[in-house]
């Protein structure tokens, strides 16, 4: 008969449990760490536009480090998407490789590494997980987003769930593959070596971390860990009216002559649970601002995520309280095949925005006003000083953080779905890599909506292209026509403005989903961002803080 006083010998103690949570922690970072420093392109070593999760055996989300929000809620189903695809049982040493939206991937760009971490016994545990956006990925234009696109096989290379490497060691044929579909392979191998040693970093970790404590209570703690997040996401939960609610969010437009593109949410709160309901949304079109359903999930986990206390781990525990319906065929779920690539900024933001807005009728205390949109550009040219094609993602001039019921929002910090973070880099360190001249980079004033809290102010940039004859260009975005919301009675914020000035003169104001745009040597680049939303109504702003808006140049 079993002493009830004895400890559980997997189960671990508070202690215990707080050490692994820690520990958990500290292995996710490690491994951004790891990536940053040892990728090749821009887009990962100074805009850092990738992200970190461990997942259980189960492939449910344990533990992700603090980077893009929009790739974490998306990657357990890149990890359910190896352990139904790959056709065999995962072994030690294995390397799993995804990007395929319709298994488990958001967006092509997007190339998600997978290693299993088995224990002493030989039994699954955990999988370490990389998510990384590759600079190009194929296609029928540069830099991996194609507003001309009418369906997927015109954004780039289709990876279903495939063993990149076995015994711990990368299939150089499969990766020699895969490189020679890009425009830039030298930097795709290193990228993609840098998220495998960042994934195998991870599985190290966990295997020193069982070495201690032992992999069924590191595994134990795993399970305790979502537990515990639940119980606290529920509790917070219980404080909200119950009830249901619904709104729209719309897209400027979808590049094809469509405007405003709209997502429609009903979300009901009750019994415990969150229900969100995005059947209503338009229809699927012929662009790239279809979502995949691994990116509406995420958009949905996010909204919820932001209305919960920052201390919260975010997991699988808080998510398990979701229940997501939708409908296959619509811009919020596009059937297989249509064209995604921006969905991972419109219409995911959309989605976040449209499910925010209606789930802040149960919570208006908590709520925070609209980030600004994405307005990309990327330009592809020879660069004179080495003699070699190149190609430049634009991260700079970025868009203003949303106000909250805590303060103003902060400058330049970037879209809904990433909250901060992705980086704008530093300006010398672009004008060292491309053929560019920033001859300003500083704060849009005026940009931020108004309200008892301010919008953030988004960026402004003049870039002169110094390449080597003329370059080609491209868009992608959103936020030209309509800025972001604002909330509880603020403003909402400016949209963008972009302008390309030719070495004559001559002035373009350019599209968020555009092709094939001629730039010229010499020609520069005037860039607007547009500012985060405000809250609160603007009456209810201390005339101080407005003070003190001008004498900082937030406002004009």
Not at 50 to 68: K, M, N, T
Not at 281 to 302: E, H, K, L, T
């Amino acid at each position: 008969m079993t002493d009830p006083t004895t400890p559980d010998p997997v189960t671990p103690d508070p202690v215990t449990l707080a050490v692994l949570q820690a520990r958990f922690t500290a292995i996710v970072e490690e491994m951004g760490e790891a990536l940053l420093r040892t990728a090749y392109s821009q887009i990962l070593n100074a805009s850092r536009d990738f992200s970190i999760a461990l997942c259980d055996a189960g492939a449910r989300l344990v533990a992700q480090a603090d980077h893009l929000p929009v790739h974490v809620g998306a990657m357990p189903y890149a990890v359910r998407a190896v352990l139904d695809g790959v056709g065999a049982r995962p072994r030690p040493g294995d390397i799993f490789l995804v990007n395929d939206p319709w298994h488990g991937g958001s967006h092509l760009p997007d190339m998600t590494v997978v290693v299993p971490v088995f224990g002493e016994d030989g039994t699954l545990r955990f999988w370490s997980v990389v998510r990384a956006h590759m600079s190009d990925i194929g296609g029928a234009t540069h830099g991996a987003y194609n507003a001309a696109a009418t369906d997927i096989w015109q954004e780039g290379i289709r990876v279903p769930p495939i063993r990149l490497g076995e015994d711990g060691v990368v299939r150089e044929d499969l990766l020699a593959m895969l490189a020679a579909n890009t425009r830039l392979p030298r930097d795709f191998r290193g990228d993609m070596l840098a998220a495998v040693g960042a994934a195998r970093l991870g599985g190290k970790r966990l295997g020193e971390a069982f070495a201690r404590h032992g992999a069924a209570r590191v595994s134990a703690a795993g399970e305790a860990i979502l537990a515990l997040s639940e119980e606290r996401a529920r509790a917070i939960l219980a404080t909200w009216r119950e009830g249901t609610w619904r709104a729209e969010a719309r897209l400027d437009d979808d590049g094809r002559g469509n405007d405003d593109v709209t997502i429609r949410a009903a979300v009901t709160v009750g019994g415990g649970r969150v229900a969100v309901d995005l059947s209503e949304s338009d229809p699927q079109v012929a662009s790239f601002v279809n979502s995949s359903y691994a990116n509406m999930r995420s958009a949905v986990a996010i909204a919820f995520a932001y209305l919960l206390d920052p201390d919260i781990p975010k997991n699988d525990g808080v998510f398990r309280l979701l229940d997501v319906t939708a409908r296959q065929g619509t811009v919020a779920w596009a059937a297989e095949g249509a064209p995604v690539t921006l969905c991972t900024n419109h219409s995911g933001q959309e989605i976040l925005e449209a499910v925010l807005l209606a789930m802040a009728n149960a919570c208006p205390e908590r709520a925070m006003a609209g980030w600004g949109k994405r307005f990309r550009i990327a330009i592809t040219g020879r660069d004179p000083r080495r003699g070699r094609p190149f190609v430049w993602h634009l991260f700079h001039a970025r868009p203003g953080g949303g106000a909250s019921p805590a303060g103003d929002g902060w400058p330049c910090a970037g879209e809904w779905g990433v909250v901060g973070g992705i980086k704008f880099g530093s300006v010398e360190m672009a004008e060292a890599r491309f053929p560019l001249f920033f001859e300003r980079h500083e704060i849009h004033p005026g940009s931020g909506g108004d309200g008892t809290h301010r919008g953030g102010p988004g960026g402004l940039a003049t870039i002169r292209v110094e390449s080597e004859g003329p370059s080609v260009g491209n868009t992608a975005g959103d936020g030209a026509r309509h800025g972001v919301t604002g909330m509880a009675g603020g403003a909402p914020g400016a949209p963008h403005r972009y302008v390309l000035r030719a070495p004559d003169g001559t002035e373009r104001v350019l599209r968020t989903k555009e092709t094939g745009i001629p730039i010229p040597a010499g020609a520069v680049l005037d860039l607007r961002a547009g500012g985060g939303g405000g809250w609160g109504p603007p009456e209810g702003r201390d005339p101080a803080a407005r003070r003190r808006d001008a004498e900082e140049g937030f406002t004009a």
